[in-house]
């Protein structure tokens, strides 16, 4: 059974930078799409970024774009996302699931993938 767990959440001030963790065990990892995502109080889940099992091709949400990197280690099984000039709207709680494809900048979650418990990143202005 696949297991996502996600890490490095936090509270920082408007501007800050933060390193997200998503470690994959129960699976091949290296083989697949992986993507984070993220769910902000009352709104629906929302494709933040992806990166490809190569980790050569990457896909961000317009609202990220040039202030996130996502990236991945195949040998420890495990996605990043650094977030960087992060802002008030950031705040969200994070997960990372396997990826069915991307299109421009959205990805779209397995449904083979199961999501973790997600990791709590609050901005404040």
């Known amino acids: 059974q696949v297991q996502l767990v996600e890490s490095g959440g936090g509270l920082v001030q408007a501007g800050g930078s933060l390193r997200l963790s998503c470690a994959a065990s129960g699976r091949t990892f290296s083989s697949y799409l992986m993507g984070w995502f993220r769910q902000a109080p009352g709104k629906e889940r929302e494709s933040v970024a992806g990166?490809?099992?190569?980790?050569?091709?990457?896909h961000y949400a317009d609202s990220v774009k040039g202030r996130f990197t996502i990236s991945r280690d195949n040998a420890k099984n495990t996605v990043y996302l650094q977030m960087n000039s992060l802002k008030p709207e950031d705040t969200a709680v994070y997960y990372c699931?396997?990826?069915?494809?991307?299109?421009?900048?959205?990805?779209?979650?397995?449904?083979?993938?199961?999501w973790g418990q997600g990791t709590q990143v609050t901005v404040s202005s």
């Open positions: 699931n396997f990826a069915s494809y991307c299109s421009g900048s959205v990805c779209y979650p397995s449904p083979s993938g199961s």
């Open positions: 990166i490809s099992g190569s980790g050569t091709i990457t």
